[in-house]
């Protein structure tokens, strides 16, 4: 029996799978039946008529894939991902069951710790909290943090000279449309001297957040064949509510946004054969039918499914050391704890939040 890993360290306790192989294959083989029967949407065009070419059935903007393509990208996209810091060190290897650890983007808000008031975030909020990030070692890569409300425009340009100004670590970064997001590589680009370095030796990954496993919109699959085109890392994450855009029950909900993180990893191979893509698993998110919140630091929102990812042995990103509480007490810590736990003795690879 292996042990946990860390980028640094290796962890003298059990590994915890939550799912047999039996189980994983189940699950596959459902995820399959949903998209070669029910298919997705998508909304952009370039992406649809790869897809057609390589043999998916398509209906307007409604395609369904056949599991034969599925299976061809399963086997074709790299199972390990090298991240390096800016100065071209292999700092963050992403695969097996080894776990790195970065923070999360886009808080609208802080509790600031100077006068324990809760106001909206701004521009040196991110500034601090990359400071900070930088300077702790078992943090292994950034992410904005912060949405600085007193950035008026091109906000995803200044987080990133935020993040490579104060910070060499690798950076997972976060466009909220397609502007900006070309602007943002070309930087990253320059950061390490040329486009051919970034490709070798990638520093930033892209993270892709489609509306839902049924929906991917047109920003997102622009911002993916962009990647897959540079050849970039990213993260390709469709969420899914449980009881809103897919099924109540846990197996159901699993199946369907484990289609819709397939769509993503299809899409990349067809674009350029071996894109690097870390996968959020088998995760669907939680839904309070009475309050329609959506508990967030909860162990099975942020951790069901990771044995997925091992199943098919690609890398795995995942969720830790998050919490609903409102202010930095007890309940906050010990949801954090055990978020980070769970994902790390899962096997998480890219452990975010």
């Known amino acids: 029996m292996g042990f946990p890993q860390t980028n640094v360290t290796v962890t003298t306790g059990p590994q915890y799978r939550s799912m047999t192989d039996e189980q994983c294959r189940l699950l596959h083989c459902a995820s399959l039946e949903v998209l070669e029967r029910t298919g997705v949407q998508l909304y952009y065009r370039p992406a649809i008529d790869l897809l057609k070419k390589a043999g998916c059935v398509v209906d307007g903007n409604v395609v369904r894939f056949p599991p034969f393509l599925v299976e061809w990208a399963l086997r074709t996209a790299p199972s390990r991902i090298m991240v390096y810091n800016r100065k071209g060190e292999p700092v963050m290897p992403l695969g097996d069951r080894i776990s790195t650890f970065g923070t999360g983007s886009d808080c609208l808000h802080t509790l600031d710790h100077r006068t324990g008031e809760r106001r909206k975030a701004v521009l040196q909020d991110v500034v601090d909290g990359i400071r900070v990030s930088q ?162 630091g909860t162990g099975s929102g942020g951790m069901a499914g990771i044995e997925i990812n091992h199943y098919y042995n690609l890398p795995a990103f995942a969720t830790g050391g998050a919490s609903d509480s409102k202010l930095l007490d007890e309940q906050a810590i010990f949801e954090g704890t055990l978020t980070l736990q769970r994902s790390m003795l899962e096997g998480g690879n890219m452990i975010h939040d």
């Not at 993180?261 to 009475?290: F, H, W, Y």
């Open 135 to 296: 300077a702790m070692p078992n943090v292994d890569f950034i992410m904005s943090m912060y949405l600085p409300s007193d950035v008026p425009a091109a906000v995803e340009v200044r987080q990133l000279e935020v993040m490579l100004t104060y910070s060499d670590k690798p950076i997972c970064f976060v466009t909220y449309e397609w502007e900006g997001t070309p602007e943002i590589i070309e930087m990253a680009e320059i950061a390490v001297g040329s486009a051919d370095n970034l490709r070798i030796n990638p520093s930033v990954i892209c993270y892709l957040n489609p509306p839902t496993s049924f929906v991917h919109n047109e920003a997102a699959l622009r911002k993916l064949l962009l990647c897959a085109e540079k050849r970039l890392p990213c993260v390709y994450l469709p969420d899914l509510l449980r009881g809103m855009t897919g099924p109540m029950t846990r197996e159901g909900s699993m199946a369907c946004h484990n289609a819709g993180v397939l769509v993503g990893l299809v899409i990349a191979q067809l674009a350029n054969e071996g894109t690097p893509v870390i996968l959020s698993c088998a995760r669907p998110s939680m839904l309070d039918m009475k309050t329609m919140v959506a508990p967030y």
